[in-house]
């Protein structure tokens, strides 16, 4: 996970800690020998760290590692420090520095379900595959820190209004779906609605290999040799597209893709602002449609990726 203590989105402490919690649970549950490692990238001076602001502690089934960034690395990485928050180098010094044999890069308000964890504990999981995950999104922008996990995953099941699959994103709430078709009341969002929802289900079988790019940010895994193999993710200091343009890339290292039939739930929040731009989508419909069509990837990475060389500092939760 990679982050700053700036209230990016909205109740992000909120949403980091809930995800944390949630992992910690499930990882004494399921007795999983798990590490999370906490990027705190470009920290704001008048905030206190993620480890101090998160205030929670490790657990003999999840190690927390806290490797820390500092402003003076930002500006010299990120072509004038404009983007204060550049995610894809603070995953890439997070993937780089991981002990673990598989190694996901994950968001830090994605909440795990139950059935997700033991799935992962249970290790079945192959090298030569990388492994994406259909998000359910919740209708609530917030959850109470005194509540249990178990109930946590309860409102999570309970408070889905969409999923993000490989084959469309459809919403299960007419509610919802309604909200956003007055706001953009496009014909494509006509095929969002409830009604529809056969349709994913129909593309997912007539194309079922079909690169799951939606949300491809919150999670991936893949063994860490294919992260070393294909480099981590592109080093530019922009936000969307980056995390597709990985997927659509290893793809053409031979890696194939497995989506993980159980459930991640994300915390609604406001998207993302202009001080994390974005890349061009029509470049990266080009440049996809080139990788897929002849299965070499759109540009060479850095041997440095994650930048090994640098000696963060860490400390442990």
């Known amino acids: 996970m990679a982050g700053r203590n700036d209230d990016y989105g909205g109740n992000f402490l909120n949403r980091m800690r809930t995800s944390i919690r949630t992992l910690l649970f499930l990882a004494e549950k399921y007795d999983t020998n798990f590490e999370l490692v906490i990027v705190d990238y470009n920290p704001p001076a008048d905030k206190l760290l993620l ?39 603070a995953k890439n010094i997070g993937i780089r520095r991981a002990n673990g044999t598989f190694i996901a890069s994950v968001n830090p308000d994605i909440i795990f379900s139950d059935v997700f964890v033991k799935y992962l504990a249970s290790g079945d999981l192959d090298a030569n595959y990388f492994y994406r995950a259909n998000r359910h999104d919740l209708d609530i922008k917030a959850i109470d820190d005194l509540l249990t996990v178990p109930e946590i995953l309860q409102i999570c099941r309970k408070t889905t209004v969409r999923i993000w699959t490989n084959n469309g994103s459809p919403y299960v709430s007419w509610k919802r779906w309604f909200k956003r078709f007055k706001r953009k009341p496009k014909p494509y969002n006509l095929w969002h609605a409830p009604v529809f929802n056969f349709i994913p289900a129909i593309k997912s079988y007539l194309n079922p290999d079909r690169i799951h790019d939606a949300a491809a940010g919150d999670f991936i895994i893949m063994h860490r040799d294919a992260w070393f193999k294909t480099r981590g993710f592109d080093q530019i200091p922009f936000l969307s597209y980056v995390d597709g343009y990985h997927l659509f890339r290893i793809s053409c290292f031979g890696l194939k893709q497995e989506i993980i039939p159980f459930p991640i739930y994300h915390v609604d929040h406001r998207t993302s602002n202009g001080t994390r731009p974005s890349l061009d989508i029509q470049n990266y419909l080009a440049d996809t449609k080139k990788m897929q069509d002849t299965g070499i990837p759109y540009k060479e990475y850095s041997p440095d990726w994650g930048f090994p060389k640098n000696n963060f500092a860490e400390k442990l939760f």
């Open 51 to 89: 480890k101090e602001a998160l205030a929670l502690d490790s657990n003999s089934n999840l190690n927390i590692r806290h490797i820390i960034i500092p402003h003076e690395f930002h500006l010299e990485v990120s072509q004038g420090g404009k983007n204060p928050f550049p995610e894809y180098i």
